[in-house]
């Protein structure tokens, strides 16, 4: 009995890290169609809570480390004055860290299924019930409760992200969000375990065998109806929907040039950045290429901005001697710290507008729970500019000659209501300005691809994303990956957007 269970708790643990190989990155996203089917096999047929919980956290620790595996990559830290140990030590303990919470919410999950399963009275007359309610408690758990700011929820392995390359299936996120593509997988998956279930899962009593209950049959055939009735739909709608939103050069097509500095993280987060340095790397790449706006990834000038005057004039001069308009991220006043912030600058034009980050990353940029923290961590948050980052009030879009842009940065691209909430106040073109040198691993950056592609989408917007050291691209209304940089190398990204004004059904009534 004790063997059985180690076995089936290896084979659970190993079909998570099977499911992780769907993530962008690896690329393998016909896995999230089938990759859920243990665990729901083994939420659907555990007798004890506790069975459940069990295995169900082992799936998702076991694909949160796979999928995340690239917080290791943040050593070495020997810029923040770690050392070879310390550094090593958070590494591991981040992606760990980050893999437990995030497996909670596959408990949460499990325990709500079981609960339902337990209470339901007739349940398979109402096995479409269950199950469409099941579904939309997975998308309340990981699409929504995960993503709450007060539970420091970063919502960076969901299952729909796989998809990201599949535009002829996802164009119906423009009307019900990317939750409407977990919605497909999830209950695709469903109906598969389902069918395992009924197939295998033969109860026996003494030497006679139960029959199948007919009705279990019947509710299978409907679900199985049903999404594939969806899938169809989705494929169809999508079809139409890529072909109605075409993305051409036209009159209104503005040309965008975007700064790829690959600065060391060293240099611009350690005690003291070489400002001359970063100014002349960017100088250099301003001074080789033309365009109606310039681009520099968060932090690209990572000084005390508002105060900075010698900074603000070279920027100045920059936007005078090319007659182009700037952003750049830097730093600015906030409350009495600094906020990670955006600035936008025109030639001749002594105003500068500020956006200021207002979703902070969790002991990135600042420490939770920190009477529990020992000393050396609480380094983790800090920069030149002091310990720790504000959250900022400043996030209106930015009135440019290209017409209204919205930012977000790092990230906040993550979030479909910030950038939901930037489109309703008029923002035309999506931005975003990234620093992801902080890891190594090329992962990070192509699943950071994924969520603008499904921002796009959403939306109907063109997205930017501004990234330090790559990936930098341009996306298009439709999700295409007009261009993309290649990651960690120096250069720039030159692309012409068409600022749009459509606002979506999700952008109207999104939740």
Partial sequence: MLRNSYLKAFLIFLSGLTLSLCAPGYDLWFLAWIGLVPLFIIINTSKKI???????????????????HWLVSMHPLYWMGFNDFQS???????????????????ILFAVSVFLIKKFSLIPYKNGILNSLIITFIWLIIFNKLSACKFLLGVPWTLVEYSQYKNLYLIQIAEYFGSLSISFLIVFFNMTVADFFIWIFNIEKIGNR?????????????????????????????????????????CKKSKVICVLQGNLPIKNLRAGEPDISLIKKTYEKLINNNSAVLFVAPEG???????????TQRWARAQATKKQSEFIFGSYCDCQKWFSNCAVYLKPQDNN?????????????????????????????ASSSLGEGLCPGK???????????????????????????????????????????????????????????????????????????????????????IKSRSIPDTEGVLVEWVNPNSKKTFYTKYGW
């Fill in 352 to 380: 500068v507008a500020n956006y200021e980050k207002a979703r902070l990353v969790p002991f990135g940029e600042f420490l939770p729970l920190t009477f529990i923290l020992p000393d050396f961590l609480k380094k983790l």
């Fill in 88 to 106: 090593i030590f958070i590494s591991i303990l981040a992606v760990v860290v980050v893999s437990v919470y995030n497996s909670i919410f596959f």
């Fill in 394 to 480: 400043k996030n209106a879009p930015f009135n440019t000659s290209l017409g209204k842009v919205g930012l977000t940065i790092c990230f906040e691209l993550i979030f479909p209501s910030i950038v939901r909430k930037s489109i309703l106040e008029g923002s035309q073109i999506l931005l975003n300005l990234s620093d992801l040198s902080w890891f190594a691993d090329v992962h990070v950056k192509q699943q950071f691809l994924a969520f603008a592609v499904f921002r796009a989408i959403e939306n109907r917007r063109p997205v930017i994303i501004a990234s330090n050291s790559g990936i930098s691209a341009f996306v298009s209304p439709t999700g295409r």
């Fill in 50 to 68: 506790n069975e459940s919980i069990i295995y169900s956290f082992l799936f998702g620790l076991a694909y949160n480390l796979s999928y995340l």
């Fill in 209 to 249: 065998y139960i029959p199948r209950d007919p009705g279990k049959l019947t509710s299978l055939l409907i679900n199985s109806s049903l999404i594939s009735g969806l899938i169809i739909f989705s494929i169809i709608t999508s079809l139409y929907l890529y072909w109605k939103n075409p993305d051409f050069f």
């Fill in 300 to 310: 690209s000038l990572p000084t005390a901005f508002t105060r900075d005057y010698a």
